[in-house]
């Protein structure tokens, strides 16, 4: 058993978890497209409103149910009950995000491409004076912060450039990249085959 004392990423958790066991709770389906097996651990069964995404996992109520399932898992690699509710999930995945293959951002990216490709023609509306002001403002108190951090109005100014890097920003698109760019080509897509991926 491994217990986390600080904060990590869901997905993390997930990924180097056997087996995801809730009480209530949306990560299920994020252990599904992780190809994770879940369960519901409720001594009072499904006797209460739960959220969909609850009708894709066995439930369990006592402690002796569920070390049953986990036995079974380890001997077989099957949670009982679970293989079961296989078209459940798939219902619940496609009411939800409509589709599991890691291409939901694609999707999302094409119709932005989309929206702005028509709105070229469109007529802008121009910075107002007071808008080109409060940015100009806020420029100022960026490059100030450094020289006048003990005043209490940049305080909060100053702070604010921790929170940000460029380095750490650049080192992360390229990452991001990298690992988008593996995962079209395990899927065998080209670019001209990414740009025809849609939303209904």
């Given amino acids: 058993m491994l217990v986390l004392k600080f ?29 994770k097996p879940t369960l519901l651990l409720n001594p009072s069964g499904r006797d209460f409103p739960r959220d969909k995404l609850s009708e894709g996992s066995p439930d369990f109520a006592s402690a002796s149910a569920l070390a049953d399932a986990l036995d079974a898992f380890y001997a077989t690699g099957e949670i009982p009950a679970f293989a079961s509710r296989r078209l459940r999930r798939r219902q619940l995945i496609e009411e939800y995000i409509q589709w599991d ?46 020289l006048l951090r003990r005043s209490k109005a940049f305080r909060e100014s100053y702070a604010n450039r921790h929170n940000f890097s460029q380095k750490q920003l650049t080192r992360y698109n390229l990452g991001k990249m990298v690992e988008q760019k593996d995962y079209y080509h395990r899927m065998g897509l080209a670019p001209q085959d990414l740009a025809k991926i849609r939303c209904i």
């Avoid at 990924?15 to 009480?23: K, P």
């Avoid at 080109?132 to 100022?140: A, E, K, P, T, V």
């Fill in 101 to 146: 293959d890691g291409l939901n951002h694609v999707r999302a990216g094409n119709e932005i491409l989309q929206l702005l490709a028509g709105l070229r023609d469109s007529r802008w509306r121009p910075e107002s004076l007071a808008e080109r002001h409060l940015r100009w403002l806020q420029h100022f108190k960026w490059l100030a912060g450094p």
């Fill in 7 to 35: 904060e990590e990423p869901i997905y993390n958790c997930i990924q180097a978890s056997d087996i995801w066991m809730v009480y209530e709770s949306t990560t299920a389906m994020e252990a599904w497209l992780l190809d």
